[in-house]
């Protein structure tokens, strides 16, 4: 079964600063991932998702994230904070290899963003 | 295209009634999905389907009804509501076809509450 663990429910960061959101699975077989953006009171919208290929992935508005199958990691980090991206921000692992479509969410992580 | 639609925005019930949220998604996806986020618990899928007239449970399906008679309608059934069914509802769908990687697609969302 797979699962995300993203480390750190809350993160406060300088507007400016950088921002890195951890995010470590668990998969049987090599899996997808993915980085969804929540702003307040909306629906998830994708940031980025890694399907085997490039190892470093570039998202939306400045996010990019890295494969690394050693640590199991998928951290999501952007060089300088701005102030509208305070938001929540879920990963998400699937496992295409064993026939599986379903994405299992991590909890969670909001981040604030300080002026 | 509207993407993923939901209906109704916001929902108050009375324990013990019943009502239907609505999704529909004009992208002839394959998968629908419905989720249930809570504070700090991410968002937990409810039940799936990988077409018409195919649907299967998810992690939390109690209480809960759903049919596929159309690709892009999906709807959610709530038989009794209960207190424990407050939360927000997220529809998704995706395409499963060839290449695909199961990026899901999600609606802005239905705020219910049970009183």
């Known amino acids: 079964a797979q699962s995300v663990t993203q480390l750190g429910s809350h993160v406060s960061v300088s507007e400016g600063a950088l921002v890195l959101l951890r995010c470590n699975y668990s998969?049987?077989?090599?899996?997808?991932l993915f980085w969804y953006v929540q702003y307040p009171n909306q629906g998830l919208q994708l940031l980025l998702k890694?399907?085997?290929?490039?190892?470093l992935v570039k998202g939306i508005n400045g996010f990019e994230a890295e494969f690394k199958k050693s640590e199991t990691s998928f951290h999501l980090t952007k060089p300088s904070a701005h102030m509208s991206d305070a938001a929540e921000y879920f990963c998400?692992?699937?496992?295409?290899?064993?026939?599986?479509?379903?994405?299992?969410f991590g909890k969670g992580t909001k981040l604030s963003v300080i002026p | 295209n509207a993407g993923v639609t939901q209906t109704p925005k916001f929902q108050v019930l009375k324990t013990g009634q019943s009502m239907t949220l609505q999704c529909a998604q004009d992208?002839?996806?394959?998968?629908m999905s419905w989720y249930r986020q809570d504070p700090g618990m991410g968002l937990r899928l409810i039940h799936y389907?990988?077409?018409?007239?195919?649907?299967d449970q998810g992690e939390v399906p109690n209480g809960y009804n759903v049919s596929r008679s159309t690709t892009e309608d999906f709807p959610l059934r709530l038989l009794s509501a209960a207190p424990s069914q407050t939360s927000v509802y997220f529809c998704?769908?995706?395409?499963?076809?060839?290449?695909?990687?199961?990026?899901?697609?999600f609606g802005p969302g239905t705020r219910l509450t049970v009183t």
């Open positions: 998704a769908s995706s395409y499963l076809g060839r290449g695909s990687s199961y990026e899901q697609y």
């Open positions: 998969s049987s077989v090599p899996p997808y």
């Open positions: 890694y399907t085997s290929a490039a190892t």
């Open positions: 998400a692992v699937s496992d295409p290899g064993a026939g599986s479509y379903q994405l299992t």
């Open positions: 992208m002839n996806h394959e998968y």
């Open positions: 389907s990988v077409g018409a007239g195919i649907t």
